[in-house]
């Protein structure tokens, strides 16, 4: 799996300057860049000129749902139901440049993959993300579309 190119702050009704505590210069929109480097997933936003970096440290365990929601949606051919789904990551997290003023220490990152699909899990199913960063300091949250995998011979 992998993360689209666009990360979207989340801020209901507020201003971007009202909804992200901890977060300097918040914009709307940021260009995104992830990667799993080691153990952590690496997002990089970047806001013009400015880009700043998420690591969350990958946890030792991961909780995954999967529900028929009862939408009437199945899968072409078959019986059974078309599933939602997520993966649930909860962890610490460290940042940079407009991300550190924010960040002290048990800053906690909660990152949610969801999609849709049978009871296998393929990347393929894959399609949204939300982040939300908490602690002393922060509270602000992103979302997003996951991008599309990576080809089977490109991971060997």
Same mark, same amino acid.
């Given at each position: 799996?992998?993360?689209?190119?666009?990360?979207?702050?989340?801020?209901?009704?507020?201003?971007? =300057?009202d909804? @992200?505590?901890?977060?300097?210069?918040? @914009?709307d929109?940021?260009s995104?860049?992830?990667?799993?480097?080691?153990?952590?997933?690496?997002?990089?936003?970047?806001?013009?000129?400015?880009?700043?970096?998420?690591?969350l440290?990958?946890? @030792?365990?991961?909780?995954?749902?999967?529900? =028929?929601?009862? =939408?009437?949606r199945?899968? *072409?051919?078959?019986? /059974? *139901?078309?599933?939602?789904? #997520?993966?649930?990551?909860?962890? /610490?997290?460290?940042?940079?440049?407009?991300?550190?003023?924010g960040? &002290?220490?048990? &800053?906690?990152y909660?990152?949610?993959?969801?999609?849709?699909?049978?009871?296998?899990? &393929?990347? /393929?199913?894959?399609?949204?993300?939300?982040?939300?960063? &908490?602690?002393?300091?922060?509270?602000?949250?992103?979302?997003?579309?996951?991008?599309?995998?990576? *080809? #089977?011979?490109?991971? #060997?």
């Amino acid at each position: 799996m992998r993360f689209g190119t666009t990360a979207y702050l989340f801020t209901g009704e507020a201003e971007p =300057d009202d909804a @992200a505590k901890g977060l300097a210069h918040p @914009a709307d929109t940021y260009s995104l860049s992830g990667s799993l480097v080691g153990n952590a997933w690496k997002l990089t936003f970047r806001n013009g000129d400015e880009s700043g970096t998420l690591n969350l440290l990958l946890p @030792a365990k991961m909780l995954r749902y999967a529900a =028929d929601i009862h =939408d009437g949606r199945t899968k *072409p051919g078959y019986a /059974e *139901p078309v599933l939602y789904k #997520e993966w649930r990551f909860e962890g /610490e997290v460290n940042g940079t440049s407009f991300f550190k003023a924010g960040i &002290t220490a048990r &800053t906690k990152y909660f990152l949610v993959l969801q999609g849709r699909g049978n009871s296998c899990d &393929t990347a /393929e199913n894959f399609t949204h993300w939300q982040l939300k960063i &908490t602690g002393k300091k922060a509270d602000y949250s992103f979302y997003g579309e996951l991008g599309p995998p990576v *080809p #089977e011979k490109e991971n #060997e």
